[in-house]
């Protein structure tokens, strides 16, 4: 009787022309202002080590390359850097020893590719984009990515980092879990990029959270939560602690804050408002930092607590910044 019922009443809907059809859900935000396309190459990516990163992404471009390879190039430095503790085969190691990492890289296209919990790689992002150019899938995991590197002949690596090895058996002395707010002052690296045609592109890739469990995956290589790329609207990625940015999907919210008319800094704001209320059960011992890029050419940087630093390169100059915090 009541499945009847609910079958009349959305006839009755139907019939006054309000079935909430995708259709019509387009045609509501198509009425908000259209955001004019930036056509002056822009780089914005997480911490210290964007700097370098943004450069690298520059060069790409200065080599015939796109809004894709500008993200992957940007952060294949960072993970180039075997002495960097949080991104790439010099990051601190699960709580088995092993360094597991994490990756992800989204274009103007809407194409997605990530990668986790990948061990035995020096270029989790580059895995990332051959999911993204060769597979008919969004994410591979483990030893099925391990195998697909393989198969593109990505080169193995069994390097490990003797600092970070020394900070893990000193961790293991007492094997507390406890995450360490920024960190070495640096995380994930996380890259926003803009071509000179406008075309928006980003990747996110990191060791992850230091001595984490073995399997465990954060927020970088979760579409949505880590990074997220709408050409025509804009682009977010986060740093810190990924169980809290996953539980948020924290960089869709900040581009689907933009699409609704919130400027990259209000949307950056709000979502780490919303993040910090939705992870209130939590002890108050994390950090998250967050960037937007809009189409426009406009950005946006927020931290839930002071430290967040990004990297932010246009016109020529490449700066780090500090960003504002809530706390
Ligand atoms: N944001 C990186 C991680 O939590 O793994």
Redesign the pocket.
Known sequence: MSSRRGFLSRLALLGAGVAASPLVLGEVLKKKKSIARNVKPIVISTWDHGVAANDAAMQALKSGGDALDMAEKGVYNTESDLKNLSVGLGGLPDRDGITTL?ASIMDYKHRAGSVACVSGYAHPISIARGVLEKTPHAMLVGEGAEQFAASLKFEKSSYTNPEAQKAWKEWLKTSEYKPIINIENH??IGLLAQDSKGQLAGACT?S??AFKMHGRV???PIIGA?LYVDNEIGAAT??????T?IRSCTSFLVVELMRQGASPQEACEEAIKRLYANNSFMTDEYQVGVLALRADGEFGAFGLRKGFTYAICQNGQNELREAKSLI
């Open positions: 994490d995380d994930t990191t992850g959270l954060g927020d970088s880590g986060c740093t810190g602690l990924g169980e940015v």
